[in-house]
């Protein structure tokens, strides 16, 4: 379950992984400040940091502790890069709600920021998942589930996204159209990203 460090590269892989999980942390940002519905993820990390006076980016960091306890039980492959997903994405979150201003009243803008937004997630997540040293919490979910039921990246993102923008949307927080434009396109974004950088998860189990 644990995948071994590749120390000849770390210090290269290292670079990749944040600039993979800095991207994914502004992408989050970005979502949030254009004020027409955040990610799925973040719904619901919003809505339990508002009700426990956490900022976005801790509770996301709290959250995927949770998501790793699933991969565990789901004997998903994790390394330390599922650990540097972990920790690494809610302090540039929160680094990115500081430096980007939010936009209200202009629905081109917010609307270009949501997309674009949406599209570099996708890029993120394929970036630091061809580093190969794990896939973060809930992309580590993502491969479980692909890997268990033999469905698409895009069936298997979708699902969760779903999943969890509606406990979100119970709990207060802040979802909206951009939420379910998010939802339906974030799997196919992922699937561009892996398709675009060539990464292929799971490939030397299936060859097995």
């Not at 061809?130 to 033999?150: C, E, F, Q």
């Not at 923008?165 to 379910?180: K, N, R, S, Y």
């Amino acid at each position: 379950m644990f995948k071994p460090i590749r120390w000849e590269t770390f210090a290269r892989d290292f670079l990749v992984m944040q600039v993979g999980l800095g991207l994914f942390g502004f992408a989050i940002a970005a979502m949030i400040r254009a004020n027409l519905g955040t990610s799925s993820w973040a719904v619901l990390e919003v809505a339990l940091a508002n009700l426990l006076g956490l900022t976005p980016g801790t509770m996301m960091v709290l959250m995927g502790a949770l998501v790793l306890t699933g991969d565990f039980l789901l004997r998903e492959k994790i390394g330390w890069g599922t650990l540097a997903n972990m920790l690494s994405i809610g302090p540039w979150e929160d680094l990115a709600l500081r430096l980007i201003p939010p936009v209200q009243g202009n629905l081109p803008l917010q609307a270009a920021m949501l997309l674009a937004a949406i599209a570099v997630m996708g890029l993120a997540s394929a970036i630091y998942i061809g580093v190969d040293a794990g896939a973060g919490p809930r992309d580590s979910l993502m491969l479980a589930i692909k890997r268990t039921t033999g469905v698409s990246i895009r069936v298997a993102r979708g699902s969760i996204e779903v999943t969890v923008v509606a406990l979100g949307w119970l709990l207060g927080g802040p979802a909206g159209i951009g939420t379910v434009i998010f939802a339906l396109l974030i799997g196919t974004f992922v699937q561009w990203g892996f398709k675009l950088l060539k990464v292929e998860p799971h490939k030397e189990a299936e060859n097995v």
